[in-house]
């Protein structure tokens, strides 16, 4: 099925207002106005790109008492743990705040959950753990906006939860966390709503470093990477910190990403952001899918060069065997869209198999929508339970659609459009 172009028609009234105001060319400004910019300071803005123009993290909702419980547990000398989701977006973002925390001298520990054993979000077996460890504050990063029983089961051990997140907020509930730091929710004023997880636990950073030197651009190497892998919206605050922190990235201070480089043969090169969509970001989510995702967070954090382009081997192997399910399960998808989808009838792609890994169904399903250009949702069954992930396509809020659905499901969660 081939795609449907659209070529948007030219508007000389823009082209020549803002060619004339910003002395650019008339195809730039063009290219602006096809982006939705039309207004002279959101322009500027855009073009500048500048760090300052980034919001106060003080906006966001929660961020004080967030603020105020961690120097707490600082101060204090309680055990923290920052847990994370397993893709890049969420172990970039724990290996901000650990660092952060730990820079602070704060008695601080980290974790990524198994996505095969464990699953997606915040669990009652690493929640139980953590209390049996001694743990009196934990801190969510990407994930927890929707782990209501967890939390509850967090405060019955007097346990204080911080959730850092940027997913879909179900229903505008919320759970009964200590702080909840998502710039979704409905009373939230933070002007920019399109933050990806390292984002959000970027600004917590920043917070919990105000009025102090902040070594904000150690961090924006990792914010970048994060951001890019994510998909997450290139426009407002995403573009300035994916900017900026693409060049951080090229100053190559990380030892651990500086190791990745060199075993995705990018030594010497000038690091894009198409680098790390399908160089760097693959070799870390890789580990998430099919490997340990403490090993892609340990590489992250890492200061031995040796042990660090150890780990990186690693991950670079585990992204090879990634690509050989990745393709078997893609054969097998298509198989069963040739045998089992009407596209006259069919709106939405739907299919399930016992035989398919369910690290990678996420990855086929993206492939799937884009060949067909079908919101397209793959289950993993195990007995008479599945594990599912879909991709949508523009205009089909995949979120607002498995709403209508949830009467069926166990759980789900994720953005309008995976």
């Given amino acids: 099925m081939r795609k449907i172009w659209r070529i948007k028609d030219p508007d000389p009234a ?4 803002l060619s004339s105001a910003l002395k650019i060319s ?3 400004a063009q290219l602006l106005a096809n982006r939705g910019i039309s207004d002279l300071r959101e322009a500027g803005s855009f073009l500048q790109c500048s760090l300052t123009s980034c919001h106060d993290p003080f906006l966001l909702k929660d961020m004080d008492k967030a603020v105020y419980r961690i120097k707490q547990a600082v101060s204090g000398g309680e055990k923290i743990l920052v847990y994370g989701d397993y893709d890049v977006d969420g172990m970039t973002g724990v290996a901000i705040i650990y660092s952060a925390l730990k820079n602070l001298g704060a008695n601080v520990s980290s974790y990524i959950p ?6 997606y979000g915040l669990n009652s077996g690493a929640v139980k753990r953590a209390e049996r460890d001694g743990v009196n504050l934990l801190i969510t990063v990407d994930c ?5 029983r967890e939390i509850e089961y967090a405060n019955s051990l007097r346990m204080d939860v911080i959730v850092t997140d940027h997913h879909e907020i179900l229903e505008s509930r919320v759970p009964a966390a200590y702080a909840v730091i998502n710039p979704l929710q409905e009373d939230c004023k933070y002007p920019f709503k399109h933050l990806a997880g390292v984002g959000i ?13 902040f070594f904000a651009e150690d961090f924006l190497d990792l914010v970048s990477l994060g951001t890019v892998a994510d998909i997450v919206p290139l426009i407002g605050e995403n573009r300035v910190l994916a900017k900026h922190g693409l060049g951080e990235l090229n100053k190559r201070h990380r030892v651990g990403l500086r190791a990745l480089m060199k075993v995705g043969g990018l030594e010497g090169k000038d690091i894009s952001s198409g680098h790390i969509g399908f160089i760097l970001g693959p070799r870390i989510n890789a580990m998430g899918r099919i490997g340990s995702p403490q090993k892609a967070l340990e590489l992250l954090l890492s200061e031995d060069e040796d042990l660090a382009l150890k780990l990186a081997k690693t991950l670079d192997t585990e992204n090879r065997n990634r690509q050989k399910i990745e393709g078997k399960v ?3 998808a298509l198989s069963k869209v040739e045998r089992e989808v009407n596209f006259k009838h069919h709106q939405v792609i739907v299919l399930a198999s016992e035989n398919w890994h369910a690290g990678v169904i996420g990855i086929v399903a993206s492939r799937i929508a884009d060949r067909f250009y079908r919101p397209t949702i793959l289950i993993s069954m195990d007995g008479k339970v599945g594990k599912g992930s879909g991709r949508s396509v523009e205009n089909f809020h995949l979120f607002e659609y498995l709403l209508r659905c949830k009467d069926s499901l166990m759980g789900f969660g994720g953005h309008e459009s995976a």
């Fill in 201 to 213: 636990a970027y600004k917590l950073a920043k917070a919990l470093y105000e009025n102090t030197p």
């Fill in 26 to 28: 008339k195809i730039t």
């Fill in 14 to 17: 823009i082209q020549n207002e």
């Fill in 144 to 148: 927890g906006i929707s782990s209501f």
């Fill in 114 to 119: 198994n996505r095969l054993e464990e699953g």
């Fill in 330 to 332: 893609l054969d097998e």
